[in-house]
């Protein structure tokens, strides 16, 4: 199957897998429900390190709900032995809290639930550390009239227009977006193609996809409609596919992969 592009051509793709954590432990779920235990954190990472993932993003699914920080000793845990980007959320509220996080090791920090509640924190983290290292992280459900938004890890619906969201989370300062299907998660049936779409359309930053990953073919559909990134949890963890062979599957429909240097 082939997949024409609608975003940039040439620029090279990125595979992430993405281990949300709570108590200290990996856990995947579907639809941010039913959370299984896959693993210690920083044995997950190192796993998809030496399977040639090019970043790995940590989002502390519970720490909103809680009203606390992540926990960083897991994020020092593998940022020891990890030398490939790694983006962390959950409960950064204040510029001091992705300080932390990237004292700890963190390369970028991913901010969702505080954002939305006080969108001026997303400007403050820019000017603080630069675009580059401030993922807007946006959890969107379909309504009748398009997608709202959804925080605290996917537990409260805030209503209001997704899209118009992340245009403005870009101007406030967001140099990235992870863009999660809350209806998709974890179905392993794909990505909200639309979604996706309309967001990579809108925007010129990049666009991680997220939400729904099953099959390779799903990942290079994702990346037709524009997305940057494919981020991809329960294919990962339960052994479907490695990070090797989702990225030599995806040369094969043309679009270009880091690979190590050798």
Known sequence: MNFEFSGPTGLTRRVIPCLDVAGGRVVKGVR???LQDQGEPSQCALRYDRQGADEIVFLDITAAPERRGADLEWVRRTAGQVFIPLTVGGGVREVEDARKLLLAGADKTAVNTAAVARPKLLSELAERFGSQCVVL???????AGGWEVVTHGGRKAVGGDALEWVRRGVALGAGEILLTSIDSDGTREGYDLELLERVAR???VPVIASGGAGTIDHMAAALGAGAAAVLAASIFHQGIYTVAQVKEELETHGFPMRREAA
């Open 32 to 34: 941010f429900k039913n």
């Open 137 to 143: 992280s946006v959890d969107a459900r379909r309504t």
């Open 202 to 204: 809108s925007v010129s």
